[in-house]
């Protein structure tokens, strides 16, 4: 009697827990994303950003002197050109939605992605980050659709520390 107690107690704990969890809000799905694909073109270091400790990416703004183009460019590639011209001339940032992120599946470069606008100067454009972060830094791929020229751009920063100022 005692173990069929304890039996139906671990299944009623069990159904609470389970249509308990259905009914969260937030935005779990499991997605699988083939990032060789993404041939990052160019790279940058943040001086900002805001994340939550949830994952919900805020903003990021960009090291205008610290961009830099990877490779060779094509002929073909002016936008890209283009883009990277107007980074380093202009405030330029990461303009998240506030929304919670995809987790991205396991084994994937970057554990986190969500939709996002790159504001360059007064341009924005269409993007999607795909980004792992924690208390101390971030870093990822913005995936950037410049009027159908897809562009992949690579961040990386870290959280500063704050001076301290003694009493004497």
Do not use: W
């Not at 249509?19 to 940058?44: H, P, V």
């Amino acid at each position: 009697m005692n173990t069929i107690l304890k039996l139906l107690y671990a299944v009623t704990i069990t159904v609470l827990l389970v249509s308990c969890g259905g009914n969260s809000e937030e935005k779990i799905e499991e997605k699988i994303i083939d990032f060789s694909s993404m041939k990052a073109e160019i790279q940058t270091i943040l001086t900002d950003f805001e994340i939550e400790g949830d994952g919900i990416f805020h903003n990021a703004t960009f090291d205008n002197k610290a961009v830099t183009l990877l490779g060779p460019i094509e002929d073909s590639d002016t936008v890209i050109n283009e883009l990277v011209l107007n980074i380093q001339e202009n405030p330029t940032s990461i303009k998240g939605n506030g929304e919670a992120p995809t987790l991205n599946a396991s084994g994937n470069d970057y554990k986190l992605s969500t939709s996002a606008d790159l504001v360059v100067g007064e341009n924005s454009y269409n993007a999607t980050v795909y980004y792992n972060s924690d208390t101390y830094g971030a870093n990822g791929i913005l995936e950037v659709d410049l009027n159908g020229t897809i562009v992949y751009l690579l961040f990386k920063g870290k959280k500063r520390k704050s001076k301290q100022i003694k009493n004497r």
